[in-house]
């Protein structure tokens, strides 16, 4: 019998009940990390300052001469709005529906997207720079690398901002990430030359603490009181319900209500790294 094939991806439909979420209680409608430096504390309302202090990190380290930048997994477009702002020309990849139409409403005709995988982008344009913001996870790093080059000008740059997995017995909670290892060798292979490198999972990991503040003071109460509820309410189908899918009730507790996906583990398990190359010409 034939795999049935998912509509809707479960990723995306995470991103926005995220957008949701941040839009309306926190009033951004950036999906990435936020950067929390110094003397800015990890709390709700510092969300939306942090992410825009993400946004002016990357917008800091576009190199000069850049004109063309090609945004991948733009998410909601905002961040490629502001780089049309700022006088850039942008194009956007954006493989899914729900966000792909965010940013339709959001772009209009500043930017064209490419709605469909980065390895299926198909055009003759060429750019200056492309960008991987919290997009290079879901791309196969031979891939990411082996497109990029055929879509950039000579002397083109790939920016890459992301979080990758550094341990090796996948001992963390945290989902994501490319194996750290196996991107730095990996990356050994094509004509690039690294012009900046920075690890900043200190600035970023507080993102985590907030969303495991939010799970465990939020999540975790609604979670406990829907149950006790069906209880009352229901006890035999809540009783068939625990049985059925005690195993998939657990590993949700485990890995998602268990408190251990805060900042430190995090920064022990993960480590989110800036980097910056140019295409050796």
């Not at 090609?70 to 006088?87: K, Q, S």
């Not at 209880?231 to 890995?255: A, C, G, S, V």
């Given at each position: 019998?034939a795999?049935?094939?998912?509509?809707?991806d479960s990723k995306?439909?995470g991103?926005e009940?995220?957008?949701?979420?941040?839009?309306?209680?926190?009033?951004t409608?950036?999906?990435?990390y936020g950067?929390?430096?110094?003397?800015?504390?990890?709390?709700?309302?510092n969300l939306a300052?942090?992410?825009?202090?993400?946004?002016?990190?990357l917008?800091?380290?576009?190199?000069?001469?850049?004109?063309?930048?090609?945004?991948?997994g733009?998410?909601?477009?905002?961040?490629?709005?502001?780089?049309t702002?700022a006088?850039?020309?942008v194009d956007?990849?954006?493989?899914?529906?729900?966000?792909?139409n965010?940013?339709?409403?959001?772009?209009?005709?500043?930017?064209?997207?490419?709605?469909?995988?980065?390895?299926?982008?198909?055009?003759?344009?060429?750019?200056?720079?492309?960008?991987?913001?919290e997009?290079?996870?879901?791309?196969?790093?031979?891939?990411?690398?082996?497109?990029?080059?055929?879509?950039?000008?000579?002397?083109g740059?790939?920016?890459?901002c992301?979080?990758?997995k550094?341990?090796?017995?996948?001992?963390?909670k945290?989902?994501?990430?490319?194996?750290?290892?196996?991107?730095?060798?990996a990356?050994?292979?094509?004509?690039?030359t690294l012009?900046?490198?920075?690890?900043?999972?200190?600035?970023?990991?507080?993102?985590?603490?907030?969303?495991?503040?939010?799970?465990?003071?939020v999540?975790?109460?609604?979670y406990k009181l829907?149950?006790?509820?069906?209880?009352?309410r229901f006890?035999?189908?809540?009783?068939?319900?625990?049985?059925?899918?005690?195993?998939?009730?657990e590993k949700?507790?485990?890995?998602?209500?268990?408190?251990?996906?805060t900042?430190v583990?995090?920064?022990?398990?993960?480590?989110?790294?800036?980097?910056?190359y140019?295409?050796?010409?």
């Amino acid at each position: 019998m034939a795999k049935k094939t998912r509509k809707v991806d479960s990723k995306e439909v995470g991103l926005e009940i995220g957008f949701s979420l941040f839009r309306y209680f926190l009033n951004t409608e950036y999906l990435h990390y936020g950067y929390f430096c110094e003397g800015l504390a990890a709390e709700p309302q510092n969300l939306a300052p942090a992410q825009t202090r993400y946004a002016e990190f990357l917008k800091s380290n576009i190199p000069a001469g850049v004109q063309k930048i090609l945004d991948v997994g733009c998410g909601t477009g905002r961040f490629a709005f502001e780089l049309t702002n700022a006088g850039y020309e942008v194009d956007c990849v954006s493989p899914g529906a729900i966000l792909t139409n965010h940013a339709r409403k959001l772009l209009g005709e500043r930017c064209h997207i490419y709605n469909c995988k980065f390895e299926d982008v198909a055009t003759d344009k060429k750019y200056d720079l492309i960008l991987f913001s919290e997009s290079f996870q879901y791309i196969d790093t031979n891939r990411a690398f082996t497109k990029a080059l055929k879509l950039l000008n000579p002397g083109g740059h790939i920016m890459i901002c992301d979080f990758f997995k550094t341990d090796p017995d996948n001992k963390c909670k945290l989902g994501g990430g490319h194996d750290f290892q196996h991107y730095v060798e990996a990356v050994k292979k094509y004509p690039v030359t690294l012009i900046h490198e920075q690890d900043i999972s200190k600035e970023t990991a507080g993102t985590i603490d907030l969303a495991n503040k939010f799970t465990m003071e939020v999540l975790l109460p609604t979670y406990k009181l829907v149950f006790l509820l069906l209880e009352d309410r229901f006890p035999w189908m809540t009783k068939f319900i625990k049985w059925k899918y005690q195993k998939k009730l657990e590993k949700i507790e485990r890995k998602n209500l268990s408190g251990e996906r805060t900042g430190v583990n995090f920064m022990r398990y993960k480590k989110y790294m800036f980097y910056l190359y140019k295409v050796v010409e």
